[in-house]
């Protein structure tokens, strides 16, 4: 097993050096100048109750592949990018694991990851153990610093993120609630999970700004997630006359939470949850029951932005997304050997294989189905062709 020095949190400085823009996080030189590959660990939860939140990974590191497919040019010649990614299964634990073993065996030399502090939290612990540097977004930095008993006068060696806070969900909150007439007492449902423990915080989640504002919180205490029983919550939320639901929840928990509410004959005027109800896919599976619900929105098509990796823009990312979704294999399809192979999509049209994919499909060749790990992509990979 390689032994890790300080020189090994050099990595960005390397990068940097031959066209990466990137943080100024590390300071000297990496492994990967000697077999000239920069291995890139990518955690985020596939599968598990925060699928959502990674619906969309592997078009994105598609992308991001196609542009990295000749390597990067450099001081001292051409650097290949291999990128492997591994599955939290939304679990802090196995986030944890796959993280060490991107680090430890992979020999990864920086470690990103994605959604929420369930995922970001231990794969950033991992990192600034083993002093590999790590990059993570996706969560209110709030859950993230505090969540790691992060000290402000120290912060962190190795890991580094970048998200918005709390105060800023509170504040699209209060701005959809404040014209909104409804009385306002307001029924807070947090986790007991970093994230609850962060938006429930007296000092630091949304007691003391809603206090400010003129709202009530009727917090009854942290539940377990994945609960399978609200009626204690629904019960403090229906004697306080709460007309406002409010909180941070798993897509599971909301849908069992609003079921009871519904049985029990609790029936707020607003509802307005983070995380759960992020996804349309979520909304969707709870039917008529799911029109009227609220949440922040912080990204969408119409946002005008573009990508400083690639130049596409918010709407073009969205909609190639949506094409490769409707096409349903697509992406598979596109993974043969590394070369421009898709299938065409245009509107009102059957999409189509283009040539290459044609070509590919008649030769035989296949992907293998990634494992419940790992997935490797790059140089020299197994999933080549």
Not at 293 to 312: A, K, M, N, R
């Amino acid at each position: 097993m390689t032994h890790f020095t300080t020189n090994r949190r050099a990595v960005i400085r390397g990068l940097a050096a031959i066209g990466l823009a990137a943080p100024a996080i590390l300071r000297g030189k990496s492994a990967f100048a000697q077999d000239r590959t920069i291995k890139v660990g990518h955690v985020s939860p596939r599968t598990g109750p925060l699928a959502g939140f990674a619906e969309a990974d592997e078009y994105v590191l598609e992308g991001i592949r196609a542009k990295f497919a000749e390597g990067i040019a450099g001081q001292g010649g051409t650097y290949n990018i291999e990128i492997i990614t591994a599955d939290s299964q939304s679990n802090p634990n196995r986030a944890a694991e796959v993280a060490s073993d991107l680090i430890l065996r992979e020999e990864v030399d920086i470690i990103t990851a994605a959604s929420t502090p369930d995922t970001t939290n231990p794969v950033a612990d991992q990192a600034e153990l083993n002093e590999v540097p790590c990059i993570t977004t996706d969560c209110p930095w709030q859950p993230y610093f505090f969540g790691r008993s992060g000290d402000p006068a120290n912060g962190f060696e190795s890991t580094y993120h970048f998200f918005w806070g709390l105060e800023d969900v509170i504040a699209a909150f209060l701005a959809m609630w404040d014209g909104t007439g409804v009385e306002k007492t307001v029924a807070g449902l947090f986790p007991n999970d970093a994230d609850g423990n962060a938006w429930g915080d007296p000092e630091l989640g949304l007691p003391k700004p809603l206090a400010a504002a003129g709202y009530t919180l009727v917090d009854p205490g942290r539940y377990q997630p994945l609960t399978d029983d609200f009626t204690a919550q629904i019960n403090a939320f229906k004697e306080a006359n709460c007309q406002i639901v409010t909180g941070n929840m798993i897509p599971p928990d909301f849908a069992t939470f609003w079921a009871q509410a519904a049985q029990q004959g609790f029936n707020p005027k607003i509802v307005t949850i983070g995380k759960a109800l992020l996804f349309p896919s979520v909304v969707d599976s709870l039917g008529e029951r799911g029109n009227g619900l609220s949440s922040e929105v912080w990204w969408s098509p119409y946002h005008p932005f573009s990508s400083s990796l690639t130049g596409i823009s918010a709407k073009d990312l969205a909609s190639g997304y949506s094409d490769v979704d409707r096409c349903g294999d697509s992406l598979d399809i596109a993974r043969y050997n590394r070369r421009p192979c898709r299938l065409v999509c245009r509107p009102g049209q059957e999409c189509h294989q283009d040539a290459a994919c044609r070509r590919s499909m008649a030769e035989g060749r296949q992907w293998a189905e990634p494992g419940d790990r790992r997935q490797r992509d790059g140089p020299g990979s197994a999933g080549n062709g």
